[in-house]
């Protein structure tokens, strides 16, 4: 451990972010520029390149996810040597990394959130799609529309097959860890003022931060809600990693398995 990084004074911008508590301006800021830097990494960078080469914007957004979110997460590593001396991510600046629930029950409370927000999830679709006909149909991203898999369609066999395999392993494990670790490990944490409050507060804004697919805010709050309340109520991210990420890689697979059987519209 370097005495020197433990004992020389931090930057004031270090110490508000590693503070105990954030400001309710502070933390809205925090959830939501993230979101702004990715519309803006797909639309300027991702996008064009995406589109020259002829593949799913599925592709871009995964492009402009992993630009944004990596860089967070090699950015709480470091605000974690700030804490300890070394990159890390426990013992620095997340929190709920501890596993205080007993192993058969964090089991029981995974599984039972990651069967709620795939049946959730599933069944809220014809909300999202209403939400986009009724007022967000004005969003021109290309590939939006009244379907879960809109960036994926209207592509051949091959391409979606390619842009799965390329994607599945980050959007369907790492980029969503990434934002548990960045939503539910450091700034759920520092809600407590919001007390009761401070799980709807993080899901709601973490909703909205997917500026990409605001129609899907209504259905977010439904299916994340419980899971991201238990990892609070718990102080244990293990039930939330569970459930998003899980869910997440278990609709990949799934994803990956009908386009290679022939399925060319998800």
């Known amino acids: 451990m370097n005495e020197s990084t433990l004992t020389k004074p931090r930057p004031k911008f270090v110490e508000v972010l590693l503070a105990d508590q954030h400001s309710i301006p502070l933390s809205i800021a925090l959830h939501l520029v993230p979101g702004a830097l990715?519309?803006?990494?797909?639309?300027?960078?991702?996008?064009?390149?995406?589109?020259?080469?002829?593949?799913?914007p599925f592709l871009a957004w995964a492009i402009a996810l992993a630009a944004v979110l990596f860089p967070l997460l090699l950015g709480l590593a470091w605000l974690g040597?700030?804490?300890?001396?070394?990159?890390?991510?426990?013992?620095?600046?997340?929190?709920?990394?501890?596993?205080?629930?007993?192993?058969?029950?964090?089991?029981?409370?995974?599984?039972?959130?990651?069967?709620?927000?795939?049946?959730?999830?599933?069944?809220?679709?014809?909300?999202?799609?209403?939400?986009?006909?009724?007022?967000?149909?004005?969003?021109?991203?290309?590939?939006?529309?009244?379907?879960?898999?809109?960036?994926?369609?209207?592509?051949?066999q091959q391409k979606l097959l390619t842009t799965l395999l390329i994607c599945?392993?980050?959007?369907?494990?790492?980029?969503?860890?990434?934002?548990?670790?960045?939503?539910?490990?450091?700034?759920?944490?520092?809600?407590?003022?919001?007390?009761?409050?401070?799980?709807?507060?993080?899901?709601?804004?973490?909703?909205?931060?997917?500026f990409w697919a605001p129609w899907t805010v209504l259905s977010k709050l439904v299916f994340l809600y419980p899971g991201v309340h238990l990892a609070w109520k718990k102080r244990d991210i293990r039930i939330s990693i569970g459930m998003h990420p899980g869910s997440a890689l278990l609709m990949t697979v799934v994803g990956v398995i009908a386009v290679a059987m022939g399925r060319t519209s998800l």
């Open 81 to 156: 040597k700030q804490v300890t001396g070394r990159y890390c991510l426990r013992g620095g600046a997340l929190k709920y990394l501890d596993r205080p629930v007993p192993r058969g029950k964090v089991t029981a409370l995974i599984i039972f959130c990651l069967l709620w927000m795939t049946v959730l999830s599933l069944s809220l679709l014809p909300v999202d799609n209403f939400m986009y006909d009724h007022v967000f149909s004005w969003i021109t991203y290309e590939g939006t529309g009244d379907s879960a898999t809109s960036y994926l369609n209207g592509y051949s």
């Open 38 to 56: 990715i519309v803006a990494v797909y639309a300027f960078v991702a996008a064009p390149l995406v589109r020259a080469i002829d593949y799913p």
């Open 168 to 210: 599945g392993p980050f959007t369907g494990w790492f980029l969503p860890l990434i934002e548990e670790y960045y939503f539910r490990g450091f700034l759920l944490p520092r809600l407590a003022r919001l007390r009761g409050w401070a799980p709807f507060f993080n899901v709601f804004f973490f909703s909205v931060y997917h």
